[in-house]
């Protein structure tokens, strides 16, 4: 995940924040295809794939801990500023990522277990497969629409009556 556009010269643009989060929703769409892919494979018997899917699947592991971690660094600021509901996407992205940190170090576990059955290592990628697709669904509905990343800023004049 490109680090070039963190944003050296200050806080990111809004849309810039989402703009790098859905692009690495594209990058790791592409990677949960092909661990699914090899997944499915060792699951038929397949077990030449083993070693391949043990690869991938901790390039995988490290590649969302960077997204992670430039999330909670770029986005949860971004969200938290949006708007009045700002600081509880903020906290509801942060639930998130505690939840989907304490799955992935099960995960970690067992890739790093070499006892570990590879048909259940592989049907277990195959969970964290479906729960990252659903993930990144609800975090783009929710935290990426382009109406809570705005870069303009609506002000709202209330008079006191």
Same mark, same amino acid.
């Given at each position: ?37 090899? +997944?499915?494979?060792?699951? +038929? ?9 043990? $690869? ?27 708007? $009045? ?38 049907? +277990? ?37």
């Amino acid at each position: 995940m490109a680090d070039e556009r963190e944003g050296r010269e200050g806080p990111m643009l809004p849309s810039k924040v989402r703009e790098h989060v859905l692009h690495d929703h594209e990058v790791l769409r592409r990677r949960l295809g092909e661990i699914q892919r090899l +997944a499915r494979d060792v699951v +038929a018997n397949e077990r030449q794939h083993v070693a391949g899917l043990r $690869a991938r699947a901790q390039e995988l592991l490290d590649t969302l801990a960077e997204h992670m971690r430039w999330e909670d660094r770029y986005l949860s600021p971004a969200l938290e500023d949006s708007d $009045a509901w700002g600081p509880e996407r903020a906290d509801l992205l942060a639930e998130d990522h505690r939840e989907q940190r304490a799955f992935l170090s099960e995960l970690v576990a067992k890739l790093n277990d070499a006892t570990q059955p590879p048909t259940e290592l592989a049907e +277990a990628l195959l969970d964290l497969v479906d729960r990252l697709y659903r993930d990144m669904d609800e975090e783009e509905s929710f935290f990426l629409d382009p109406n809570v990343l705005r870069d303009d800023v609506v002000a709202i004049d209330v008079e006191a009556g």
